[in-house]
């Protein structure tokens, strides 16, 4: 093998690089090229220059932009744009290759940040419903509730033990206070499977409890996944084109739920190809195009007097 020299120059121009860090167990790198900033403390979900390429394609470049509590925001934009990929950056289930993403003001980014914890408080809804279809609607539905709270139920029980133990080497005025209980695992349980009932009725759902997911019609299974994102009780719900995979008469019954859960105050990011959903029931309309925002605006500004060509003619197109 040949001695390859390297000159002074491009020695240094390695060394000043930015690096790629990878992280054990993680199957992605991420470059830390832009500094992180502060965060706004008013914002629910905050991203910073939010950058994510595959290969070579680069599909979100440096996105920058705010979701405060309350908000309806509807993502619009042609096919391939980048939008299913910034919502599902937003709850990292795509890890950005650049950039920074906040809620609630942690940045979940970090890698110290448990984000299985950030994530019980953002439900998602995907296209294809992602049901498990050897479990029934009930149990799909009050999964995720009763495993979140046998865990903590668990974690606060280890505590307290350890508390105990070193209670027994501490004077009576120093002893620590054991973490309350505040559930049993009956009442976890207990609690699970009536908040589901209840959220069944509400769909008009309540006699499918017991059947499994594969019985029922594609408008059916959406709705019990959006049930089941509300079952958590989150603070956003993140929507990815929950209308893409059903029959065309099937979309109206979705699309209520989603205007109906909206109506109660619940901040939601909803994909939609849906242009007459996104101006009844969106604030603030974000169109994509190129993997980045090239415009925003009320439903009212966004179809009505687009200011872009791009947007111009993607409404000629889809209106």
Known sequence: MKNVKVSEEEQLSAQNAPKAVKVKG???????VTPVEPYDPEA???????????????????IS?????????????????????FLRCLNVLED??????????????????????????????????NLFN????????????????????????????????????????????????EKTK????????????????????????????STLSGGQRQRIAIVRALAMSPKVMLFDEPTSALDPEMVGEVLALIKEVAD????????????GFAREVASRVLFMSDGIITEEGTPKQIF????TDRLKDFLSKVL
């Open 186 to 213: 009956k009442q976890i349980k207990d609690e699970a499977f009536q908040n589901a009932k209840r959220l069944l009725e509400r769909i008009g759902l309540a006699d499918k409890a017991n059947v499994y997911p």
């Open 96 to 129: 950005p290759t650049d950039g920074y993403v906040f809620f609630e003001g942690n940045n979940l980014c970090d890698l110290n940040v448990d984000i299985n914890i950030q994530r019980r408080r953002m439900g998602m809804v995907f296209q294809q419903f």
């Open 264 to 275: 109660e105050g619940m901040t939601m990011v909803i994909v939609t190809h849906e242009m």
């Open 26 to 32: 993680q199957k992605f790198i991420k470059t830390q």
């Open 134 to 181: 050897n479990m029934t609607v009930l149990q799909n539905i009050t999964l995720a509730p009763v495993q979140v709270g046998l865990q903590d139920l668990r974690k606060t029980k280890r505590k307290n033990f350890f508390i105990k133990l070193c209670n027994l080497f501490r004077k009576k005025d120093k002893k620590a206070p054991l973490l309350p209980v």
């Open 44 to 62: 629910l979900i905050e991203v910073q220059h939010l950058t994510k390429t595959f290969g070579e394609l680069k599909v979100l470049n440096n």
């Open 304 to 307: 009505e007097t687009p200011q």
């Open 65 to 85: 932009n705010k979701i405060f509590t309350g908000e309806k925001v509807a993502v619009i934009g042609p096919s391939g744009s980048g939008k299913s990929t």
